[in-house]
């Protein structure tokens, strides 16, 4: 059964459970951090931080609003990643879950261009140019448990389960704060697997919020790679 | 690459067919699922309190059952009644307590005025804090203010904390602190 995130960004209080939570199950080190004048720390993801709750300050209507995002990869259900690499190897969608998964073969790859192919600026790489992200902690999913991001959350604001389950939810939820904040919406929710809820318009959060050049669907270089796989394939199989 | 005509008329006839199923062509990535196994599949499960604030969170955590025992995660406990598995980010944080190579062994001491830190033992650093404060409480003790009231106080020393130590010991710190004429007694976490 394929799994999803819903993440309600209304009632996350930016604790940053889900952030060190997340280096805590990965035995990720901590990063050389600096004061920038906001609470978000570090300032990106990177190799060694798969999930950052990013915070923007925003005079909405009048008032400052004070809005979060617990940023992670949104493990789409068709991931450009993938297809750009073309190299299942080093970047496959596990059939169980849906999580999108690297391995240490994404070394190798174009960095620039699967992090380019990522309509949400996701991935990034290590100095050896070996690619890292969120992996859904597809070992805790596998054993019956929960993401370590989920698992943490003291608000309920990042929610785990069959994807069904969760597009359901996220719709109820989306109805009941839609009262509240008539903007508030659901950001794509039929590609991804993590699906967020955010009171405002999304580009208030982080630019990436929403997809970057999605509606037009794929780019013209994952299309031709697309059309060609079989071929490629064939070629791979004679060889 | 040859491709005879037979062979493209396949391949880009299968092409065709992926696109006309898919919208975008075939999801040629094999069809993969790997088995894992949990990195705390083997380990011991102690149940433990948070000991950073007052919410007082339970947690698991697991250590390993052959060596030294060192600790390999630290998460909520979904069985506590307080955060039934929840946990914020000092407590998802626990694990750094045990397992930290920044963690200080050994007291250190600055000198006044001195830019440099230094190793000292147990011993010198306890008599050292003990003979201080007794100077200090000793110069500054006031046994009655302006008015003539009772105070039997001193406010030279401070004493700031701690997060981390139980019921027990608080009652012990306060004890001490107030036998000293402390009056600033303060919790690290209201800072």
């Known amino acids: ?239 | 690459m040859n491709v005879s005509r037979r062979e493209f008329i396949q391949i880009t006839g299968a092409t065709a067919a992926g696109l006309a199923v898919s919208g975008l062509g075939f999801d040629l990535s094999p069809v993969k699922s790997r088995a894992q196994m949990l990195k705390t599949q083997y380990a011991r499960e102690t149940v433990t309190i948070c000991p950073y604030c007052a919410v007082g969170c339970g947690a698991i955590v697991h250590t390993g059952k052959r060596g030294a025992g060192r600790v390999i995660n630290i998460e909520g406990d979904p069985d506590h009644v307080i955060n039934q598995g929840a946990l914020c980010s000092k407590g998802a944080s626990l694990k750094q307590l045990a397992e930290n190579e920044k963690r200080l062994l050994e007291p250190m001491y600055r000198a006044p005025n001195s830019d440099k830190w230094r190793t000292v033992s147990w011993d010198w650093a306890l008599n050292e804090i003990a003979k201080r404060v007794k100077a200090t409480r000793d110069a500054t003790f006031t046994a009655k203010n302006a008015k003539g009231q009772v105070v039997n106080r001193t406010t030279a020393i401070a004493s700031v904390g701690s997060a981390a130590i139980d019921n027990e010991e608080c009652w012990l710190l306060q004890a001490m602190m107030r036998a000293l004429g402390l009056v600033y007694i303060e919790h690290q976490a209201r800072i």
């Open chain 1, 1 to 239: 059964m394929s799994k999803s995130f819903f993440v309600d960004t209304t009632v996350c209080t930016a604790c940053r459970g889900c952030q060190v939570a997340c280096k805590q199950w990965h035995d990720l080190p901590a990063e050389t951090t600096q004061n920038r004048g906001s609470y978000q720390n570090p300032e990106d993801l990177s190799f060694d931080t798969y999930k950052l709750v990013r915070m923007k300050e925003r005079e909405i209507g009048g008032k400052l609003q004070w809005l979060f995002f617990p940023e992670q990869c949104r493990h789409c259900l068709e991931p450009p990643c993938r297809d750009t690499a073309g190299q299942p190897e080093a970047i496959y969608t596990d059939s169980a879950t849906g999580a999108v998964l690297y391995t240490a073969n994404t070394r190798g790859l174009n960095v620039k261009e699967i992090i380019e192919a990522c309509p949400y600026n996701i991935p990034r790489a290590s100095q050896d140019g070996t690619l890292a992200k969120c992996d859904m902690c597809v070992d805790r999913v596998k054993n019956g448990l929960q993401p370590a991001c989920v698992k943490t959350c003291p608000t309920g604001a990042m929610n785990f389960g069959d994807r069904e389950a969760m597009l359901a939810m996220a719709k109820k939820r989306l109805k009941e704060v839609q009262a509240k904040y008539p903007k508030a919406s659901l950001l794509d929710p039929e590609d991804v697997r993590v699906v967020y809820l955010t009171a405002f318009d999304p580009a208030l959060y982080h630019e990436f919020a929403v997809a970057s050049g999605y509606a037009s669907g794929i780019t013209r270089q994952v299309a031709l790679r697309k059309m060609a796989a079989p071929l490629t394939r064939w070629i791979r199989a004679l060889g």
